[in-house]
């Protein structure tokens, strides 16, 4: 099993930034695409940013320009670099992590991290 554990929420005036952090752990080993999605309440899960192993990524239209995933092998980690933070990017922010899960019968299992506040004040 895959664990994912999210950091760097917090609480942040307008135009601020935060960087959020997602390590893995566990059986990580066939780990591919890997992202960052968010969501408010009475809202559905969205998609922030998104980054396969070769390095492409895939952003949400409210974050292109602001936002940045990137990703690091060697420290199992991945990153969101969030800049000129608004209030509509108030929300609870999960990592996810598409790999293998031999214990479901799943070679495209999504992992889920706990998730991470992130407040931005006006």
């Known amino acids: 099993q895959v664990q994912l554990v999210e950091s760097g929420g917090g609480l942040v005036q307008a135009g601020g930034s935060l960087r959020l952090s997602c390590a893995a752990s566990?059986?990580?080993?066939?780990?591919?695409?890997m992202g960052w999605y968010r969501q408010s309440p009475g809202k559905q899960r969205e998609l922030v940013a998104e980054?396969?192993?070769?390095?492409?990524?895939k952003y949400a239209d409210s974050a292109e320009g602001r936002f940045t995933i990137s990703r690091d092998n060697a420290k199992n980690t991945v990153y969101l670099q969030m800049n000129t933070l608004k209030p509509e990017d108030t929300a609870v922010y999960y990592c996810?992590?598409?790999?293998?899960?031999?214990?479901?019968?799943?070679?495209?299992?999504?992992?889920w991290g706990q998730g991470t506040q992130v407040t931005v004040s006006s």
């Open positions: 566990g059986s990580i080993f066939g780990l591919s695409a």
């Open positions: 980054i396969t192993t070769a390095g492409s990524t």
């Open positions: 996810k992590a598409k790999g293998i899960n031999l214990r479901v019968g799943s070679y495209d299992y999504d992992y």
